[in-house]
């Protein structure tokens, strides 16, 4: 069911980079890609290096040429403009090419002129969801790659991969996410008014992922069709009220600060584990897969404490001090 939440990370990376650069003024590109890159390509490198077994299997099931290609555009976070590449060597990590995409264009999208009014970024939010679902439902009708059935997670063809795994068909969550941001700075949402939003949004989700998912097109869901309740969701979740302190349990911000990490290890470590059959050497296969989740998920605090954080400073630093260098030289040449 994890489709189901595809357009909650876009969203959510839009609103986020909103809540917190949109009070800084003009941001300088290169500073801004720097970061990002300092916080994401460290765990990203690991992740690479954990899943070479995975690589090794891509040279057994694709021609020659397609390996060469996703053993290039893998590294470089570029997988995601090839559809049929998307998924090679690290299978979830597509949405990460997506979203180094979308970091291009952020710091020019923030100097456009918000509104500030609360009901017209509402519409706004509304208003980009809809666009973003033109497509899947032009697909659904169309049915471009002439499938025998309607799409599912299963599906082959251009144009679902497409939908699925490029950037373009993810601009308008991205949007959404960055007017939410606005909107959150906007809107003097209270603490009743903010528990309203939470707990609308999870029943909601809970309702849909539980009833509705499976009757859904499958192809609408994982392009965004949930993006309002995720937004309720977030709101609900934006500032104080005591829904958002049950996510302020110490075990719960510890794992969630490492949900990075988590995300971009889970499955091709989830696979590893029983690829080499670890719980049955181990004799813990009685309490399989529940051993095998506590696993991954300490392996991803891990690399939140000894790989990601350690290297987004080591990086930032070194930047701080090309950038200073920069300023001095120009200082001096003038």
């Not at 070479?52 to 995601?80: C, N, Y």
């Not at 971009?264 to 050497?281: R, T």
Request: aromatic share 16%; net charge positive.
């Amino acid at each position: 069911m994890g489709y189901v939440f595809v357009s909650f990370f876009f969203l959510i990376s839009g609103y986020i980079l909103a809540y917190n650069y949109a009070d800084r003024g003009t941001i300088n590109p290169a500073d801004f890609w720097m970061a990002r890159i300092s916080r994401l390509y460290p765990v990203y490198l690991l992740t690479m290096i954990i899943s070479i077994p995975m690589l090794l299997t891509e040279w057994q099931v694709r021609s020659h040429t397609d390996f060469w290609e996703g053993a290039i555009a893998t590294p470089l976070l570029i997988q995601g403009f090839f559809p049929n590449l998307a998924t090679f060597w690290m299978t979830v990590t597509w949405t990460l090419s997506c979203e180094v995409a979308l970091y291009i264009l952020f710091p020019w999208l923030m100097r456009l002129k918000w509104p500030t009014k609360t009901s017209t970024l509402i519409a706004m939010v509304l208003g980009l969801w809809a666009v973003g679902m033109v497509p899947h439902i032009t697909y659904i009708f169309l049915n471009p790659d002439h499938l025998p059935h309607m799409a599912d997670r299963y599906s082959g063809g251009f144009w679902v991969q497409f939908l699925k795994y490029t950037p373009l068909p993810y601009l308008c969550t991205f949007l959404a996410g960055l007017t939410l941001g606005r909107l959150q700075g906007a809107w003097n949402l209270q603490v009743r008014g903010r528990m309203i939003a939470g707990i609308a949004g999870f029943t909601a989700m809970w309702f849909v992922t539980y009833h509705l998912a499976d009757k859904l097109p499958y192809i609408m869901i994982h392009g965004g069709l949930l993006t309002p309740i995720f937004a309720l969701i977030i709101l609900g979740l934006s500032g104080p009220s005591p829904l958002a302190s049950i996510f302020a349990i110490r075990p719960l911000v510890a794992v969630g600060t490492s949900t990075y990490c988590l995300y971009l290890l889970h499955f091709n470590v989830f696979m590893l584990i029983h690829n080499y059959h670890l719980p049955e050497k181990l004799h813990v296969q009685s309490i399989d897969p529940w051993i095998s989740y506590v696993a991954v998920v300490l392996l991803a605090m891990g690399a939140r404490r000894f790989v990601e954080h350690p290297m987004q400073l080591v990086i930032k630093n070194w930047w701080k001090r090309y950038r200073d260098g920069q300023k001095e030289a120009a200082r001096l040449a003038a």
